[in-house]
């Protein structure tokens, strides 16, 4: 198996619109929660959520949007795009610019994307609504390019005219988890060089607030403790939108580029729960498989491990099977992993936050700390045999493990391994 | 036919009301104010002499902004595609517009042959007025062109040409090899001017042949078209061999039994010569013959050029 490496990331999320302000808040535990305004009504129950700064997406004619002045994007283009898919190709220009990939390196038959993100509810909802009223043939002609689940991969791969293997991956929260680890196949099986792999949702009204309906979401008003994972007291999670584009590497590649390394994609491993459309498994079995099958993939003991960056979302039920799958992989590891979900921080970026924690993991290994799990006042009970860190850890972390899970109990585990 | 263009059927005026005005200024907030002003007059009215104003509004509004110059002095043969960097789906954007602003239903088939703003322009009207749209532009092969053409190699002087209801293009090459070259000059090949006159002279005999011209269910005979005066024929331009010259016609008038063309020759960007007026005589073909060219209009309306090359080889 061929190695793959993390050479180049992307970020726009709820805690910085690049890799420095990212970081930054990581370390010092700064979360991206405000009151939002379109929740503030009386019908709506749920009050806090994490926007993207700097942005303005919330009409539905992308020539109104604004971004930051350093990203210019033509009419052209746009067009296609739903609010995510401008988040995702900032992302992406940073992430190229980060690896210093000229156009040749992005657009070769060696270099593929896979993306995920649920579509654009708010875009698609805004041109059914156009179909119904105005007639079939008033549809907006690039309104299913924007707005359908894929819109981030056929818009990306068009624009940066990547030539080599590209999809979408659909497993709800487990999305961007399995593009990276798919993502990572192509390059260890010899298949590609190179793979940008992509997360990135909406994460505004339409993209949030139907988890409301599930009971998912944190009513809570104060925006500082809304989301907190492995408290006694979370009440659910807090969306947030944006994007995150990670530029995976062979060794090759990496030689002949001389390209700088922030940490080594050692392998990952998946598993499904066979259980509940929506609620994982109280015992976290698909889970502790999917880490077994990690850690077998890349010939790891649990006690390699010294980080895990969980999926944990601060809902009551999905924290603690992930608690429960965490403490029988690790429960009687004499040197136990420090454990935090930066989702405390982010909030829950559904099809987003895989690739989104992983490039956390990739910040995490290079500049050498571990960020800690806020907003923990009491520790759930049933987290005693965990390291759950409550403050960020000045230390380099030699093997990290990212945990994600989406609806129907899909499950994927990725482990990262110190490359410096 | 003059009857159906004195009484247009296909258009209705719908009350105007604050709403649909609302409507249509929230659909025209990125066209000019003048946009707006000349589609609030065209609904309130019909009268449709406002909707070049409209049309040149809605595409403006989609070309981007550095190609925006080229629409404000823009004649009817600027190429939406090609000119504008305008491509099918911003075509689909516009026509929705359109549709939205005119209150109209334009279907796939009539957008096809949509080429230039000139086509745009009188396919609105022709719409609007519940009149039979006009033939789109006619795009032929140099072999079509010479089926057609009373004139013959080694004197012919069109490479492949595009015809539609204003005018004719049309392409040659000098390739050298032409036989009066090598007397003009000696040593030193330069196309005489009277070609240059004769070459827009063809082209408007192009124009003739398959132009639309006349009545209906008359047809001008190949045997019959003359040159007889021209006007104002300037050349700026020497053309030599490998300069490829792009020729364009324009009738300014047409009345049995003179046709009047203004007619303008360039290379590449520049002017290489032009003609104020050149008139030719023309007379119907005594019985209603069906074109000499074999070609069944439906092919022609709808054949991509290269298509219409393998029907017609």
């Not at chain 2, 082209?203 to 006007?231: H, Y």
Request: net charge negative; hydrophobic share 40%.
């Amino acid at each position: 198996m061929r190695k793959v490496y993390i050479t180049g990331v992307g970020f726009i999320t709820s805690i910085g619109n690049d890799a420095a302000r990212v970081s930054e808040s990581l370390r010092e535990m700064r979360h991206g929660m405000v009151l939002y305004p379109p929740f503030q009504k009386a019908d709506v129950p749920v009050k806090v959520a994490a926007p993207i700064r700097d942005f303005q997406t919330d009409t539905t004619e992308a020539e109104d949007w604004v971004f930051p002045a350093r990203y210019s994007l033509r009419r052209e283009l746009l067009r296609g795009m739903a609010p995510h898919g401008v988040y995702a190709y900032c992302a992406m220009q940073q992430a190229v610019e980060d690896a210093k990939l000229t156009d040749a390196d992005c657009s070769n038959p060696d270099t593929g994307l896979y993306a995920a993100s649920g579509g654009s509810p708010f875009l698609l909802g805004y041109y059914l609504e156009k179909m119904r009223r105005h007639g079939v043939m008033r549809c907006q002609p690039l309104g299913v390019v924007a707005s359908i689940s894929g819109t981030v991969n056929f818009n990306l791969v068009s624009h940066f005219k990547i030539k080599g293997a590209s999809t979408g991956f659909s497993s709800a929260c487990a999305s961007s988890a399995h593009a990276l680890g798919f993502a990572c196949d192509e390059i260890m099986l010899g298949r590609q060089q190179r793979m940008f792999v992509v997360g990135a949702e909406d994460g505004n009204t339409e993209s949030i607030l139907p988890f409301a309906g599930m009971r998912a979401l944190s009513v809570q008003t104060d925006p500082s403790i809304a989301s907190r994972p492995f408290d006694l007291a979370r009440d659910g999670f807090v969306g947030t939108g944006g994007a995150t584009v990670l530029v995976l590497e062979s060794e090759a590649e990496v030689e002949r580029r001389g390209a700088k390394i922030y940490c080594e994609v050692a392998g990952w491993g998946q598993a499904s729960d066979g259980h509940n459309v929506a609620i994982s498994h109280p015992e976290g079995t698909g889970l502790r498989v999917a880490i077994t099958n990690a850690l077998k993939a890349t010939d790891l003991p649990p006690e390699a491990v010294d980080y895990v960056n969980a999926h944990a979302t601060s809902t009551p039920i999905g924290d603690l099977s992930e608690i429960r799958a965490l403490k029988t992989i690790f429960g009687n590891s004499p040197t136990r992993p420090a454990v935090s979900s930066t989702k405390a921080l982010t909030g829950h970026g559904l099809s987003l936050a895989g690739a989104m924690e992983a490039g956390f993991c990739a910040l995490a290994m290079r500049e050498g700390f571990m960020p800690g799990s806020a907003h923990i006042t009491r520790l759930d009970p049933a987290c005693t045999g965990l390291n759950i860190i409550r403050a960020t850890l000045p230390h380099r972390p030699g093997i990290v493990l990212s945990n994600s899970s989406g609806f129907g109990g899909a499950n994927v585990a990725v482990i990262f391994r110190n490359a410096l | 036919m003059a009857q159906a263009a004195n009484s247009p059927s296909g258009f209705q005026l719908k009350p105007f009301t604050p709403e649909e005005d609302a409507n249509l200024r929230e659909a025209l907030k990125r066209c000019s104010a003048a946009t707006y002003e000349s589609a609030a007059q065209f609904r309130k009215t019909g009268n449709t002499e406002h909707l070049p104003a409209i049309v040149l509004g809605v595409i403006e509004r989609y070309v981007e902004p550095d190609l925006r110059a080229k629409l404000k002095d823009a004649d009817d043969d600027l190429r939406i595609i090609e000119d504008l960097g305008i491509d099918s789906l911003t075509m689909m954007e516009i026509v929705i517009l359109v549709e939205d602003v005119l209150q109209m239903t334009i279907n796939n088939e009539e957008l096809r042959h949509l080429r230039t703003v000139g086509d745009v322009k009188t396919f609105l009207d022709c719409k609007v007025r519940g009149l039979p749209l006009p033939q789109p532009t006619k795009f032929l092969p140099i072999e079509q062109i010479a089926s057609i053409m009373p004139i013959q190699a080694p004197f012919l002087f069109l490479g492949e040409a595009s015809v539609n209801a204003h005018g004719a293009n049309a392409k040659y090459k000098i390739s050298g090899q032409e036989f009066f070259l090598q007397g003009h000059f000696k040593g030193n090949p330069v196309l005489p001017a009277s070609i240059m006159l004769e070459a827009l002279g063809q082209l408007a005999v192009l124009f003739l042949l398959e132009g639309q011209v006349g009545e209906a269910g008359k047809s001008v005979d190949p045997k019959m078209i003359f040159f007889t005066s021209c006007e104002g024929v300037r050349c700026h331009r020497v053309c030599r061999p490998g300069d490829v010259l792009s020729l364009s016609i324009k009738p300014k008038r047409l009345k049995l039994p003179l046709a009047t063309f203004e007619g303008q020759i360039r290379v590449g960007q520049e002017k290489a010569a032009i003609a104020e007026e050149i008139t030719l005589t023309f007379a119907y073909a005594e019985e209603i013959v069906p074109p000499v060219v074999a070609v069944a209009p439906t092919v022609a309306v709808s054949a991509p050029a290269e298509q219409q090359a393998v029907v017609n080889a």
